[in-house]
């Protein structure tokens, strides 16, 4: 098989230490060396130093968790680096080790036979901890959100029967006003704002009910959470407008994309890039989302065309953003979600059997 590198290594990355294997090619044998190496900075550079006496060119590893980031902020500045996905790269069972597994990397490396994982640029690297992380934020907020109302339920509080968002202006009233021990119904209605869709005399009935000192406190506890993440969330936004300022004009005309807003596009700029040379062809990035079936063939046959796994913080955006295309109804999205439900509905009429002509209609005979 052909060398594509003649000096190249691989690391097989974990916790506390590095197994480096560097495989050097002199005339028509090829040789390698190992060593271990502590994660440390020090231990890094003393990594980096090893291989740079060798003259290696190209290192690899595999992305295990986030072990792999700070070794590859060290080697990026002086070698060429893959990141391999484990579940493409795996040894031949039976031969499990440490010093087996960063020989088998740096043998797939030497021959090209690795196929690398998409690294984005430091910046986007920082978007996406931004992102990500203000997204872990909100489903935070969602699921406090969701312990009050099973608190209300349990004292027999059906506010979220009336109010569609109970942390909107009234809600938060009437909530505070329940934990600072109010219990009249009539003075929690009047606490609600006068445009609120529903009416006073529902809203009065859903709010008796049968509270205790131990619901408030579990009630304010939950509101004081809320509070605090979102006071977290609002500086994550403040940073997130600051990061973005380079990719400002990418960012706008995603948002022109119906069913694309300021979020969505936040996320799509953190997740992709704004470099699209690391994808071929839009086929590429869809298949590299998750978002293309998979192909399970045998004997001639086609099984399962399930979506593959991935992307899972690119995926759920995608498809939310995809079904809001759907409802607004000047995208060309809506109009052809409209016409293959129109076709769809015609298809199931002129496949249904016709009423007997002897009856006016199919209820009647």
Sequence with gaps: METLHRRCAGLDVHQKEI???????????????????????????ALSAWLAEARVTHVAMEATGV???????VLCQDFKLLLANASHIRNVPGRKSDANDATWIADLLA????????????????????TRTRRELTREVVRHTQRIQATLEEANIKLTSVISDILGLSGRRILKAIVAGENDPRQLVELAHPRLACAREDLAAALQGRLRDHHRFLIGQHLKTIEQ?????AEFDIRLEAALSPFRGAVERLTDIPGVGDN???TLMAEIGA??????????LVSW???????????????????????????PVLVQSALAATKVKTSSVCARDTSVSSLASATRRRSSPSPPQCCASPTTC
């Design 19 to 45: 197994v480096a294997c560097r495989r050097i090619v002199s005339g028509r044998k090829a040789g390698s060396e190992l060593g271990r190496f502590p994660t440390t900075t020090p231990g890094l550079l």
């Design 67 to 73: 072990y792999w980031k700070p070794v590859w902020h």
């Design 111 to 130: 021959h090209g036979l690795i196929r690398a994982s998409f690294v984005p640029p430091q910046p986007i690297q920082d978007l996406r901890d931004l």
């Design 229 to 233: 993440i979102e006071a977290t969330i």
């Design 264 to 266: 969505v596009a936040q």
């Design 275 to 284: 470099d699209m040379s690391a994808f071929p062809t839009a086929d590429h």
């Design 289 to 315: 989302a998750g978002l293309c079936p998979r192909l399970d063939e045998s004997a001639g046959r086609k099984r399962s065309k399930r979506l593959r796994k991935g992307a899972p913080w690119l995926k």
